[in-house]
Structure formats: structure tokens, C-alpha cells
């Protein structure tokens, strides 16, 4: 039973004034005698991304390994009737696979431990169609663990992908019993090989492929069961959304946020649907483009690598558009990432490094329409050049509303901005906003958007561009703007005219 102590009150309301009173002089002593609290930051617009999205969106590259049978025979899709007698990769070295990862700056790799062909990179006891049937290390080998312990001693985190879709195994086709034997595999996978980031579902499956429904749901539950860090990949999600083609282009407009009632694994009905994302949408599951850096997702001998000016496109048009690239770079018949391949990932990533390493809106005076709690406090606009991409940023008020803008002009005197890329990214951790802005040189529009998200790039239409005032202006967004990061910079390997 509640009861009430009136008789108490006038003791209890001298209490609190006296602690009231401390707490108030505390305050004066801590931010000085004006009695000024700390402007609080603001707040979210939902929905919002999970601790392991954002984890995700800030590796911006990942890297996939397609290995397998495939990879001795010289095709995409294999029957499901190799001989495991096959897959022999007399020089296997996940560590240089590994390093190859490393050397372009790439945190997350990604294992097809089990293609549609149903062959298993592990020693799986619920089948022997995997390497234990195979001359490798006498059939004692483990592809998995191989490339776990190589990840886990550079401090690189694993995903696996485990094909629903499996053209060997007689189980396939009966519901109950191939559902029964793919958890039985995936709790194989994810309670022996440590910590996995991500799990790759893949939607794909052949047109005369035998009706099968997968129990998607037990497969989710169980997974996030055993692994509470991952993030669970599929056409629908729910951690990381297909971003509906595998060119590695997202759409120019291109949102974190979409509706998971309205998507569906292997529906290609919703790939444009995919491709932009909804500003409506409840969920948050941001897009992963997966594109491979040969033609083939699995090595070939007569296929080589995309060149230069491609992998930059394809960056420019994933990362560029607030995606996550991921990179397929298949191992050879030797078990080897081909020579080929490692020259062209240290020129992509050197050629990364050259373009961003120097941003000059580092050099220049940031001024802003407005600020949240006025100057002084901590969401300035000088936020957007410092080395935080997410949690520090430039807050405009809630209250103003007309269009909010940003402006840089170099510090030094006569000083000239010259670049070619205008980098734009929001403080995604408090939701994702902004659906339409315009950038300008010296008053004159160079660049006009939608979304912008964990980052976008504008690489200029026109060319090189010679300022001395450049100004981001906000003319739409869901809430007000919040831009953690802009950078000014100049891409050498960009031109126009050639495209
Ligand atoms: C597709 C598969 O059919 C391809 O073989 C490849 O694995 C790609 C990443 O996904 O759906």
C-alpha cells in the first residue's frame, strides 16, 4: 500500500534546496560565475544504427574471398558433382591473403566457406563433401581456421558466407531436413571459430533449382544467438542490406533507412527499391555493394583484374554514396591472391591515400548560418575539419529555418582553393538527414546532391575548380542538418574529359 508522509514534507523540501544550492555553486565554480550549462547536443531522428552498423559503415572497404571447387574448374556456378579429389591448393597462405587485405586498408574479410556447390572449406561432420575428401594436407586441412587464425593474428575481423542454395547435398528440397542440416552448419561455424562480423546470406538460387523454404527466422535468432557483435547480410537484411546489383554502384540518392516489411530474399522485383533506400523507411540497414575485381567472382586464368580508373569509380560510386564496398579479390589454383591482384589493390589504395591524405578545407576559416547554442559551445562549424567523422559536429539551430550553409576561405592571404572532390559526411549516429544540397565556388553552383549519409563524394563534373570561398548549403533535410566531416581535395587520376 502507497502512503504519503505530509508530515515530512517541509523537512524534505529544506533538504533539497540545500543540495539545489551546492549544486548550483558547483556549477558556477566548474563554468564560471555566469552560471553557463553546456549547450545539450541534439536529439535523434529514427531510426538509428545498432553499435555494430556503425562499427561496419566506418571500415568503408571490405574484402571478399569467392574460394573453392569453382576455383579448379574454372567456372561460377559449379554442378554439385565435383569430385572433392579436386581442390588441391598445394600453396595455400591465408596469411597472405590477409596481408594483401591489409595492404588496402581493409579491416573485414569474407570466406565463401560453402558455394551453391555445396563443397565446405571445413570439415563439417554433417557431410563429406569437403576438403576432408581431398589430397590437401591429406584431407586434414580447414580453409576456415586457416584464415581465422591468420585474421586474428594481424587484428582483422572474419565473415562468412554459407550458401543457401546448395546443388549437392540430397537434403536440399526437403524443408525440414535441409534447414535441419544448415543450422547444424551454421552453429558449427559460429561456435568454433571465434568472433565472425558478418554472415552472408546470399539470395541467389537457379531457376530450375528444386522449391526449398529456408527458415530464414531460426536462422537469424540463432545466429545473433551466438555471435552478438555480427551483422547479418542479406537481400533484406536486417543488419546490412544487398545493394541490388553486383556493378558495385548504389544509387545517386541512397539512404541508410528503408522499410523491412516491404523486402524480401531473392525478390528481384525490389533491387531499385534496394539501390535508394527509403527516406520513409523504419529500419535502419544500409546498403553493401558487392562487386568483384575480376569479371569472375572465383579466380580464372584468363581473367585480370579491373584497372585503375574503374576500382576508383566503383569507389566514388559505393563508398562515395554512403555504402560499404565490398571487394571480391578471388585466391588461384595455387591458394595464392595472384600477383595481379595484390599490384592493383596497392595502387587503388595508394591512389586512395594520395586523394584524401590532404584535405585543404583544413587550411581555411569555417564560418556557418547559425550554430546550436551559439558560439563558443561544442557544435561549431570547425567541427567538420577535425579528425572526427562521427561524434564531433556542426550543429546549425533548430530554430532557424531558413537554408543552412557552411563556407571555407583560406586562412592564408590571396590564398586559392584548387580541387576537384567535395567530401560531405553527416554525424550518422543521430540518424540520417539531409536529402538535398548545393555546393558553390565563389558564389557560382559546381555541385548539387541528394543524400549524403556516412559520406559522399562529388568528384566535380567540370574539372579542377580554383576558389577562394567555398559554401555547403542544406536545402533539404528530415531534421536539422548535422555534418561531422567536409573535406576539400584534389584527385589527380580524375579526368572528365576522358569519361
Ligand atoms: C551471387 C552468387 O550467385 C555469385 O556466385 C556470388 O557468390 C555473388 C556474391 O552472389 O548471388
Same mark, same amino acid.
Given at each position: ?14 533538504f ?10 558547483? @556549477?558556477?565554480?566548474?563554468?564560471g560565475? *555566469?552560471?553557463?550549462? /553546456? ?5 535523434p ?7 555494430s552498423?556503425?562499427k561496419?559503415? %566506418?571500415?568503408?572497404i571490405?574484402?571478399?574471398? !569467392?574460394? =573453392?571447387?569453382?576455383?579448379f ?9 565435383? #569430385? ?20 588496402a586498408g ?16 571445413? /570439415? ?5 563433401? *569437403? ?27 572474419v565473415?562468412?558466407?554459407l ?6 547435398? /540430397?537434403?536440399?528440397?526437403?524443408d525440414?531436413? +535441409?534447414?535441419? +542440416?544448415?543450422?547444424?552448419?551454421? %552453429?558449427?561455424?559460429?561456435k ?15 531457376a530450375n ?8 527466422d ?7 544467438e $551466438?555471435q ?17 546489383n553486383? @556493378? ?9 533507412t528503408? #522499410? %523491412?516489411t516491404?523486402l524480401?530474399?531473392?525478390?528481384? *522485383? ?10 520513409? =523507411? ?11 575485381i ?15 580508373? !574503374?576500382?576508383?569509380?566503383i +569507389? ?14 578471388p ?5 595464392l ?5 595484390? !599490384? ?10 594520395g ?6 578545407a ?8 547559425? @550554430?546550436?547554442?551559439g ?8 567541427n ?5 567523422h ?11 529555418? %531558413?537554408?543552412h ?5 583560406p586562412?592564408?592571404?590571396?590564398g586559392r ?7 560531405? @559526411?553527416?554525424?550518422?549516429g543521430? =540518424? ?7 555546393? +558553390? ?6 555541385a ?9 563524394l562529388?568528384?566535380?563534373e567540370n ?26 581535395? $584534389? ?6 574529359h *576522358?569519361?
Amino acid at each position: 500500500m502507497r502512503t504519503s508522509n505530509t508530515s515530512m514534507a517541509p523537512k524534505h523540501t529544506f533538504f533539497f534546496s540545500i543540495i539545489a544550492l551546492f549544486l548550483s555553486g558547483l @556549477q558556477t565554480i566548474i563554468f564560471g560565475s *555566469s552560471l553557463v550549462t /553546456p549547450t545539450l547536443p541534439p536529439l535523434p531522428i529514427l531510426p538509428l544504427p545498432s553499435y555494430s552498423q556503425l562499427k561496419w559503415q %566506418q571500415r568503408e572497404i571490405i574484402m571478399f574471398f !569467392h574460394f =573453392g571447387v569453382n576455383t579448379f574448374t574454372d567456372s561460377e556456378w559449379g554442378t554439385g558433382q565435383e #569430385n572433392p579429389a579436386i581442390f588441391n591448393p598445394t600453396g595455400l597462405n591465408a596469411a597472405q591473403w590477409v596481408d594483401t587485405a591489409i595492404q588496402a586498408g581493409v579491416s573485414l574479410v569474407i570466406l565463401t566457406v560453402k558455394h551453391h556447390d555445396g563443397f565446405c572449406l571445413w /570439415p563439417s561432420k554433417y557431410t563429406d563433401h *569437403s576438403v576432408v575428401g581431398s589430397p590437401w594436407k591429406n584431407g586434414h586441412g580447414d580453409v576456415v581456421k586457416e584464415l581465422v587464425d591468420a585474421a586474428n593474428s594481424r587484428n582483422v575481423d572474419v565473415g562468412l558466407y554459407l550458401s543457401p542454395w546448395d546443388r549437392h547435398d /540430397p537434403r536440399y528440397g526437403a524443408d525440414k531436413l +535441409y534447414n535441419e +542440416y544448415y543450422l547444424a552448419q551454421l %552453429q558449427e561455424l559460429l561456435k568454433n571459430y571465434g568472433s565472425v562480423q558478418e554472415i552472408w546470406f546470399d539470395g541467389a538460387k537457379g531457376a530450375n533449382a528444386k522449391n526449398m523454404t529456408y527458415y530464414f527466422d531460426d536462422w537469424f535468432s540463432m545466429v545473433k544467438e $551466438l555471435q552478438s557483435s555480427i551483422n547479418i547480410f542479406s537481400d533484406a537484411g536486417p543488419g546490412v542490406r544487398w545493394v541490388g546489383n553486383e @556493378q558495385g554502384f548504389a544509387g545517386s540518392t541512397c539512404w541508410s533507412t528503408i #522499410n %523491412q516489411t516491404d523486402l524480401s530474399i531473392g525478390n528481384a *522485383s525490389i533491387v531499385n527499391y534496394l539501390n535508394t533506400g527509403d527516406p520513409r =523507411g523504419t529500419n535502419w540497414i544500409p546498403p553493401e555493394c558487392d562487386v568483384s575485381i575480376r569479371e569472375g567472382w572465383f579466380w580464372h586464368k584468363s581473367e585480370s583484374p579491373k584497372n585503375l580508373t !574503374h576500382l576508383l569509380h566503383i +569507389y566514388y560510386n559505393s563508398v562515395g554514396r554512403n555504402c560499404v564496398l565490398l571487394l571480391n579479390v578471388p585466391p588461384n589454383t595455387t591458394g595464392l591472391i595472384s600477383e595481379t591482384d595484390v !599490384h592493383r589493390l596497392k595502387e587503388f589504395r595508394a591512389a586512395l591515400d594520395g586523394i584524401f591524405s590532404t584535405n585543404l578545407a583544413e587550411n581555411c576559416s569555417v564560418l556557418a548560418s547559425s @550554430q546550436r547554442g551559439g558560439k563558443g559551445g561544442s557544435f561549431g562549424p570547425e567541427n567538420v575539419v577535425d579528425s572526427d567523422h562521427l561524434w564531433t559536429y556542426w550543429a546549425p539551430r533548430d530554430d532557424n529555418t %531558413q537554408h543552412h550553409w557552411i563556407e571555407f576561405r583560406p586562412t592564408s592571404d590571396g590564398g586559392r582553393l584548387r580541387f576537384n572532390v567535395v567530401r560531405i @559526411q553527416e554525424a550518422i549516429g543521430l =540518424g540520417q538527414r539531409i536529402h538535398r544540397h548545393e555546393i +558553390y565556388a565563389d558564389g557560382k553552383i559546381i555541385a548539387n546532391g541528394t543524400t549524403v549519409g556516412h559520406k559522399k563524394l562529388h568528384r566535380l563534373e567540370n574539372g579542377v575548380v580554383e576558389a577562394t570561398r567555398v559554401t555547403i548549403k542544406i536545402t533539404g533535410s528530415r531534421a536539422t542538418p548535422l555534418i561531422s566531416s567536409v573535406g576539400l581535395h $584534389l584527385d589527380s587520376f580524375w579526368n572528365p574529359h *576522358s569519361v
